[in-house]
Each structure stands twice: as C-alpha cells, then as structure tokens.
C-alpha cells in the first residue's frame, strides 16, 4: 500500500514538472517580455495581485522556498536570509505581482484579498506560516468553525480559492526565480 502512495505521488510530483509538461503552442509565442507587456497593460490587475501577494505574506513564500533550497554551505544560507530580510516586503511584492498576471485574475486576486483580510483569512495565514505538523488520526475530522463554513459555500471564494490553489505552482517558481535575483543582488 505504502508504495502505490509513494508511486502515485511521484508520478503527480514528475507530471507537475515543467520539463515534462505540454509545450507551449506555437501559433501563440509569448513575447520575452510578456510579465512588463502585461503589467503595463493592466495596472489594476498588478494592484490587485499585489494587494494580493501582501495579504498572503509573500515574503513568507520566500523564507520557505530558500528553506527548501540546497546551499554549498550554512554561511551561504544565512546570507540568503539575511539578504530576503533586507528586502521590504512591498519590494518583492511589487517584483512578484507582474510574473504572476497570467495565473491570477484581477477577480481572484481581489476576492482572495478580501478574505484573507478577514479575521479567518488570518488566521489561516497564520496557520500556514506558524503552525507545527500536526497528525489526524483516521476517520477524525477537524471541527470546522461557522465562519468558516460560511466562507467556503460562498461561490466567488469557491472559485477563487481554486484559481488560487491552481496558480500555487506558479507562485513558487515565480518566488525561486526572485529568490535567486534577490541572491545574486549585492545588499
């Protein structure tokens, strides 16, 4: 059983990898510049996605992908560190946000936004960000409190939420590819 997990699980892991993805079709070539051509054009949806990128604590997103980086040594990891601490969140949110315009709409952002601004939505922040492994035993269910109940039967969370689960990929690549900006960067 352990291995059809661990098999199903590696193959989910080699699909999701951009080497192996679907390539690009070719009657649409994006331009090089295709993140600046779309944040000049639209503006409220680069506001939005870093009304966004704050509200989720982006720079948070960093601190993991550099904990899950390799580094030929502790010294250079600490600089790495040192170096996402210098940066002003609003920096990297402002760098994120344009990478991001084509995975996340301007409604998604701006619903997600809004609910991760509630008193829920941070709590929910907090959780992913603070909390330590915790284990559910099978067949236990964790409560889940009204408020909550509330939020997730609302239709524009449901599809935000999902827009926003489906984008996560991409937020962690966008978030490495900053990461080794920010690293090469002299501060």
Do not use: C, W
């Amino acid at each position: 059983m352990k291995f059809a997990v661990q098999a199903v699980f590696g193959l989910a892991l080699v699909a999701s990898h951009p080497a192996f993805a679907a390539p690009a079709s070719a009657s649409a070539p994006a331009p090089a510049s295709a993140p600046a051509a779309a944040a000049a054009s639209a503006p409220a949806q680069v506001q939005a996605v870093q009304d966004l990128l704050g509200a989720m604590q982006a720079e948070k997103i960093l601190n993991g992908v550099a904990a899950r980086s390799r580094y030929a040594s502790e010294a250079q990891r600490q600089g790495v560190y040192a170096k996402i601490a210098k940066t002003p969140p609003a920096e990297i949110y402002r760098r994120l946000a344009p990478a991001l315009l084509p995975v996340i709409s301007t409604e998604t952002a701006l619903e997600m936004t809004r609910f991760y601004r509630t008193p829920y939505g941070q709590q929910v922040i907090a959780q992913r960000y603070n909390s330590a492994a915790q284990i559910q035993m099978p067949g236990m269910r964790a409560s889940v409190p009204a408020q909550e109940q509330k939020e997730r039967k609302r239709a524009a969370y449901v599809t935000a939420s999902k827009a926003l689960t489906d984008a996560q990929p991409a937020i962690e690549r966008e978030a490495f590819k900053l990461l080794q900006q920010i690293d090469k960067e002299k501060r």
